[in-house]
Nanobody
Framework: QVQLVESGGGSVQAGGSLRLSCVAS????????MGWFRQAPGKEREGVAS???????TYADSVKGRFTISSDNAKNTLYLQMNSLKPEDTAMYYC??????????????????WGQGTQVTVSS
């Protein structure tokens, strides 16, 4: 049974930093595409960053240069380091997995499994 459990969300002032974690289980973490998504109230879920086991990454334009996706395969954990946070980054953040996936993607339909989300709130 695939499980993804996010943590690390919270409230922070603009300009601050947070690191999100996603612990995965139930599949071969190192052979999957992983991604971070976010959804603000009244908006569609959008891709933030995607990552594969070869170290390939892609980011949404809105977070390039501020967010970094990475992983620790020994711990089956995916991270999202978020720096220089802005109020518009406020959203529920979700971890997603595509076991056996071949291409990094920010398209939510490319992922089969999702975590429950962790809230990030950035105040001005």
């Amino acid at each position: 049974q695939v499980q993804l459990v996010e943590s690390g969300g919270g409230s922070v002032q603009a300009g601050g930093s947070l690191r999100l974690s996603c612990v995965a289980s139930g599949y071969t973490f190192s052979r999957s595409i992983m991604g971070w998504f976010r959804q603000a109230p009244g908006k569609e879920r959008e891709g933030v960053a995607s990552f594969d086991s070869h170290g390939s990454t892609t980011y949404a334009d809105s977070v390039k240069g501020r967010f970094t996706i990475s992983s620790d395969n020994a711990k089956n954990t995916l991270y999202l380091q978020m720096n220089s946070l802005k109020p518009e980054d406020t959203a529920m953040y979700y971890c997603a997995a595509a076991p056996g996936g071949r291409w990094i993607t920010l398209d939510r339909y490319g992922y089969h499994y999702w975590g429950q989300g962790t809230q990030v709130t950035v105040s001005s």
